[in-house]
């Protein structure tokens, strides 16, 4: 028996990085997973290696495309979901974006992508997970990504910061709006974790002129990790598969920092 046998989950961005290792997480502990992404073609492949972690239970995989800023396409997520697996019981709201800029250059039009879809997309996100937990009648949990800088703001990231804060705050509120209907919404919060998102960051950081080398914007950020090193996306997964399983069932409106000690609060 898995932490989640027999527990019907969608992971949002789970086509690379902190996604991907939270649904593969998953299967290995014995759930039904939906990995779902933008990137259709990506995740579809990620979904059928998954398909060999199963290892003799009865989890299955299947994967969607989805915007997670376009509430149609996240209905037909759900709903392609809930007819391979039959329910709906774990919702990670985990597709997010960055997109460095100094703080006086910022845009309109910067503020909106990464509001969209890490903000906005959060939201739909909950909502939707949650109408399909309520027509069931079962209960549920969601489980939202948010990030150190959901804690402290960021100098060149002021927008993703916006964005991780306001992840924080609707965790907090679908918590006590969701309790009613034995839904919990908890959330997590990496730090500095080697994904794709953190290499174009290094790449992005460079080019406003905030670092002079590949590398050196990550060593400075995360010089002050007590642990003593950033993290892999492995490093996560133990945390997001807990706050999937029974064991945090009574939990809710909670946002877990899995930084290795950057931000202590
Ligand atoms: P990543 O860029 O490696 O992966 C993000 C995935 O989200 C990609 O597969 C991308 O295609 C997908 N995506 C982007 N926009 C989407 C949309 N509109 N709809 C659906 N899918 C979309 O990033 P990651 O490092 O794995 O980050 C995952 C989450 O963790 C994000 O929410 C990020 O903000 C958060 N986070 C990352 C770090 C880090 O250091 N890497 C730290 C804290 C929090």
Same mark, same amino acid.
């Given at each position: 028996?898995?932490?989640?046998?027999?527990?019907?989950?969608?992971?949002?961005? !789970?086509? $690379?990085?902190? =996604?991907?290792?939270? #649904?593969? *997480?998953?299967?290995?502990?014995? @759930?039904? +997973?939906?990995?779902? &992404?933008?990137?259709?073609?990506?995740?579809?492949?990620? !979904?059928? $290696?998954?398909? =060999?972690?199963?290892? #003799?239970? *009865?989890?299955?995989?299947?994967? @969607?495309? +989805?915007?997670?800023? &376009?509430?149609?396409?996240?209905?037909?997520?759900?709903?392609?979901?809930?007819?391979?697996?039959?329910?709906?019981?774990?919702?990670?709201?985990?597709?997010?974006?960055?997109?460095?800029?100094?703080?006086?250059?910022?845009?309109?039009?910067?503020?909106?992508?990464?509001?969209?879809?890490?903000?906005?997309?959060?939201?739909?996100?909950?909502?939707?997970?949650?109408?399909?937990?309520?027509?069931?009648?079962?209960?549920?949990?969601?489980?939202?990504?948010?990030?150190?800088?959901?804690?402290?703001?960021?100098?060149?990231?002021?927008?993703?910061?916006?964005?991780?804060?306001?992840?924080?705050?609707?965790?907090?509120?679908?918590?006590?709006?969701?309790?009613?209907?034995?839904?919990?919404?908890?959330?997590?919060?990496?730090?500095?974790?080697?994904?794709?998102?953190?290499?174009?960051?290094?790449?992005?950081?460079?080019?406003?002129?905030?670092?002079?080398?590949?590398?050196?914007?990550?060593?400075?950020?995360?010089?002050?990790?007590?642990?003593?090193?950033?993290?892999?996306?492995?490093?996560?997964?133990?945390?997001?598969?807990?706050?999937?399983?029974?064991?945090?069932?009574?939990?809710?409106?909670?946002?877990?920092?899995?930084?290795?000690?950057?931000?202590?609060?």
């Amino acid at each position: 028996m898995g932490r989640v046998s027999g527990r019907s989950c969608i992971v949002t961005g !789970a086509a $690379q990085g902190i =996604g991907r290792a939270i #649904g593969e *997480a998953l299967v290995r502990e014995g @759930a039904d +997973v939906c990995f779902a &992404d933008i990137d259709g073609n990506k995740v579809a492949e990620v !979904a059928e $290696q998954a398909g =060999g972690l199963i290892n #003799g239970s *009865a989890a299955k995989v299947t994967h @969607a495309w +989805v915007d997670v800023t &376009d509430r149609a396409a996240v209905k037909d997520m759900i709903a392609k979901t809930v007819s391979v697996f039959g329910k709906l019981d774990v919702k990670f709201n985990n597709a997010g974006v960055n997109k460095p800029m100094n703080f006086l250059d910022v845009t309109e039009e910067n503020w909106k992508f990464i509001m969209d879809v890490n903000g906005l997309g959060c939201l739909i996100g909950m909502q939707e997970a949650a109408r399909q937990m309520i027509s069931q009648g079962t209960g549920g949990k969601i489980i939202n990504t948010a990030s150190i800088a959901s804690r402290q703001g960021y100098d060149n990231v002021a927008p993703y910061c916006a964005s991780k804060f306001a992840v924080v705050s609707l965790t907090q509120s679908g918590a006590r709006d969701l309790a009613k209907h034995n839904i919990t919404v908890n959330g997590f919060a990496p730090g500095v974790v080697a994904t794709e998102m953190w290499d174009q960051v290094d790449k992005d950081l460079m080019e406003i002129g905030a670092a002079d080398r590949p590398g050196q914007a990550m060593e400075e950020f995360s010089s002050d990790i007590l642990r003593g090193r950033v993290a892999k996306p492995q490093d996560i997964t133990g945390t997001t598969t807990y706050l999937a399983a029974p064991d945090s069932d009574y939990m809710t409106g909670q946002v877990v920092m899995i930084d290795g000690g950057m931000v202590l609060v």
